[in-house]
C-alpha cells in the first residue's frame, strides 16, 4: 500500500468516529441563550481501529463549560499523524441544539489540512473555510454540524423515534442523513456485553453500508460502528467509557450491583 493510499484509508477510518447523524427544528426569533437546569450526560471514550495492519486509537468527549455552552472533541492517532475535531453548542428553552463552532485539524505523513465552521444564526450565514479559503453560504434553520449531529440522534432515540432524516452542513454543504433502527442486541464489547440499539444508515445506493451499535443503558453512546464500501470493511470499537461520571459497566456487572 503506497503512502497516499494509507493516508486515504486512515481518513476514512476516523470519518466513522464522526460519522454524520442528526438535526434540529428551529423556528425564527429562537436564541441561542444557554437554557437553565438543561443537562446533556458527559462522557468519554476510547475506541480503537484497524484497517489493512494499521492501527488506530481515537478519544472522544463531551463536557459542559461554565458558561452554561458544551464542547465535543475528537482526537485520533496512528504512527501515520493526527487528527483533532471539535464543536461547540447551547441548549437553549425549547430543548434544541444550536451549533456554533466546528473546528478539523489534520496532519498526516507531512501533509495538513485545517477546517473550520462558523454558524451565524442572525444572518443564517455559514463561514466555512479550508486552509486560507474562505467562503459564505446561506444556513437553513435546522441545519447542525459534524459533531453535532450524532448527540441528536441519540436525544431522538431516548424519545422511542425510529426512523431519522437530518439535514447537516458537511465542508461547506448541506447534506442529508437517513437513519433506521434496525435491532435490538446484546454484543460483545471489550468492556463486556452490553445492550444496543442497532441503526443503519440508509444510502441511495447499494455499494455502501454503515451500522453502529449504541448502547441502550448508557445515553445511547456509540460503541461499535462498522462500514463497508467499495468491498472493504472496516470497524469502530469502543475501549472503555464513562457517561455522567460513571464507567460503563458490561450486563452481568449491573446485574451483580443491583442484587
Known sequence: MNRLEK???FTRVIGLVSISFAVVLLSPGLTA????????????AKYSANYSGLDIKAYHQLQQLDDGSYTET???????????????????????????EYNYKRSIVGISRIEAQVFD?????????????VQLVDLELGALGVVTHKLQLRRDLQQGETVFSYPVMVRGKRKQY????????VLSTAIGPLNTTKIRRVY??????????LATDWDFLVVQLSHTEKGDNHQLKIIQGRVN???ILPLQSIAENES
Not at 85 to 97: R, Y
Not at 121 to 133: A, E, G, H, I, Q
Request: net charge positive; glycine share 2%.
Open 121 to 133: 444564526w442572525p444572518n443564517k450565514k455559514l463561514r466555512y473555510s479550508k486552509n486560507d479559503k
Open 204 to 213: 441511495n445506493d447499494s455499494t455502501r453500508e454503515t451500522v453502529i451499535w
Open 33 to 44: 441563550t444557554p437554557a437553565k437546569n438543561t443537562l446533556i450526560a458527559s462522557y468519554s
Open 7 to 9: 493516508l486515504r484509508k
Open 74 to 100: 475528537l482526537d485520533a492517532k496512528s504512527i501515520l499523524g493526527k487528527i483533532k475535531e471539535s464543536a461547540k453548542f447551547v441548549v437553549n428553552e425549547q430543548q434544541q441544539i444550536i451549533p456554533y
Open 178 to 185: 437517513d437513519y433506521k433502527v434496525v435491532a435490538s442486541e
Open 245 to 247: 461520571d460513571r464507567d
